[in-house]
């Protein structure tokens, strides 16, 4: 049996559905029924029913946006770090693996080759990078597993919600056995709120920026499968391969679903931060590579968002 903890959640329920469609035997465990964040809770649960995996699917977002974790700092704390911490430690004793879902949001930007060089750029909305970004996107290479990431507590700024997951990267690194999943800004088919293709035609002006995005079936799919082929345990990038720009997204959107509203982007990083935004957000580009590299398939980028905008389900 496979343990899966927030399956409630955006994301928990793409576990679910895909834990389903494996004929995976899976037991959807809540807080309700049992305080699994609370240690003595979580390990005599785990000794009771011996699952074979854990997934870890929970975690304090912040409604409706990251904002909410800058005013609720304990909860984000105890749900992004300390939780994925007491997981760590329970299957740790009982020696039971695991998966966490993790974010790319701890790193900004992307590295890029100009003149030869390779250097990390944090800001990619500047002006004399879009040329290289348009025409020449092979110059943009995404952070690795193995890049310290550089949007955290200790390379700021930072935003409280990425500073809680990347500390949770860093605490369960070398307990036990796990793999730490990073998923990058979820979208698929489904309209919804949490639907970043939803975001992007709700918002009233677009934010322009450049990201590594992640599919939530291919993203939930991909993690299964790094489990079933008894993948290396450790940090795995598993966003869609590539990355696209916001005016890419925006582009896509009105090739296939032909809204009435005509978008319009904030002029700049101030007016966007003095209007629509408090903390710092993440934009990023990462290196999929080594995800790839175990064999697991997962959509190009662009391949992902034109497949769910041509299966459109409006809310
Ligand atoms: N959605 C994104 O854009 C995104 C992007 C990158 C990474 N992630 C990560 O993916 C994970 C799931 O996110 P989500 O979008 O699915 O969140 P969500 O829809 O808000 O669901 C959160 C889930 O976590 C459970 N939970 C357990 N302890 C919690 C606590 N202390 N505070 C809040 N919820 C708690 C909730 O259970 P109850 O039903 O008991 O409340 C619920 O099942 C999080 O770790 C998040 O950081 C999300």
Redesign the pocket.
Known sequence: MILL?????????AFARELERRNLPFKNL???EVD??KFDSLLGFLKSEQPEFVI??????G?PNVDACELAKA?TL???TL?PLTIANACATLDIPWGH?????IYSGAKIVLNGSERVEKDLTKSELRGVIKQSPENIHGFTETDAPNFSFRDGPCSF?SGS?ALAEEGIAGVGRSYSWR????FDEFDSP?NYLSKVQRYAKVYDNVNSISHRRDFASACLDLWQRRAAFGIYNVTNPGFVTTRQVVALIGKYLKPAKRFEYWASDAEFYQTAAKTPRSNCVLDAGKLLATGVKIRPVVEALEDSLRDWKPE
């Open positions: 903890l927030g399956g409630s959640g955006y994301i928990g329920q809540s807080r309700r699994y964040t870890n699917a929970a975690g304090f977002t409604k909860d105890a749900g992004n939780l879902v993790s974010s790319g949001c919600y997951k998923l990058r800004i979820p949490r």
